[in-house]
């Protein structure tokens, strides 16, 4: 059973800061790994998407990848009111289905 | 980037009746569609995937012949809810993949707005 594990939060971080999102997978083998924003009642949007080790980098999002830790994570820098959402952690194995965390719930504070 | 949509956004019937939701990708072709269904506070599931022009694949659980998936053309899914009851009341998300590649990666896939299905 291939599993994505997230910490459900809520995750509350000032208006301004770092938001650190968290994600942890169980097969070795997993090649692909994304995350998306949720917003209450909508559907995810695509944010970032990590292939290999290291870090990627997109504006105010940095996503980092450690395989042998089995290990992805997201950083939201400079942090706004409007980047409160549910983030979702999904990765993909081979050319299978994406499978998703369960999602960490961040809420920026003004 | 792009673009897939859903239609209706949101639907209330009653129940026994057959609700038809599509999806499209609009700027892209889709070879694969795939339908997840979400329920308040809780992650999308899946529900099935569609490969244009062969039967769709469904994920252990998911009645075929209650959810009828179709995927006539590289950019139109549609996911027909037959004899609907109201424990199948809730969002329902298509996502698409570019089978093409040309944006940079076969790998992503796209969500629709979803559609919020209420049935009485």
């Known amino acids: 059973q291939k599993e994505v594990e997230q910490n459900s939060g809520p995750l509350s971080v000032p208006e301004g800061a770092i938001a650190s999102l968290n994600c942890t997978y169980s097969?070795?083998?997993?090649?692909?790994f994304f995350w998306y924003r949720q917003y209450s009642g909508k559907s995810p949007e695509l944010i970032m998407s990590?292939?290999?080790?290291g870090d990627k980098e997109d504006g105010r999002f940095t996503a980092q990848l450690n395989k042998a830790s089995q290990y992805v994570s997201l950083l939201i820098r400079d942090s706004q009111p409007s980047d409160s959402a549910t983030y979702l952690c999904?990765?993909?194995?081979?050319?299978?289905?994406?499978?998703f965390g369960t999602g960490t719930r961040l809420t920026i504070i003004p | 980037g792009a673009v897939v949509s859903q239609h209706p956004s949101r639907v209330i019937c009653k129940s026994g009746t057959s609700v038809k939701i599509e999806c499209r990708s609009l700027?892209?072709?889709?070879?694969?569609m795939f339908w997840y269904r979400q329920f308040p506070k809780k992650s999308l599931m899946l529900m099935a995937t569609?490969?244009?022009?062969?039967?769709?694949?469904?994920e252990q659980g998911v009645e075929k012949d209650k959810f009828l998936i179709n995927h006539a053309s590289l950019t139109l899914s549609t996911l027909t809810v037959t004899s609907a009851h109201p424990e199948d009341s809730s969002f329902y998300i298509c996502?698409?993949?570019?089978?093409?590649?040309?944006?940079?990666?076969?790998?992503?896939?796209?969500f629709g707005p979803g559609t919020r299905l209420t049935v009485l």
């Open positions: 996502s698409a993949r570019d089978g093409t590649g040309w944006r940079g990666s076969y790998n992503e896939q796209f």
């Open positions: 097969d070795r083998g997993s090649q692909s």
């Open positions: 990590i292939y290999s080790n």
């Open positions: 999904a990765v993909k194995w081979g050319n299978e289905k994406l499978t």
């Open positions: 700027d892209f072709q889709a070879t694969t």
């Open positions: 569609s490969n244009e022009g062969s039967k769709a694949t469904y």
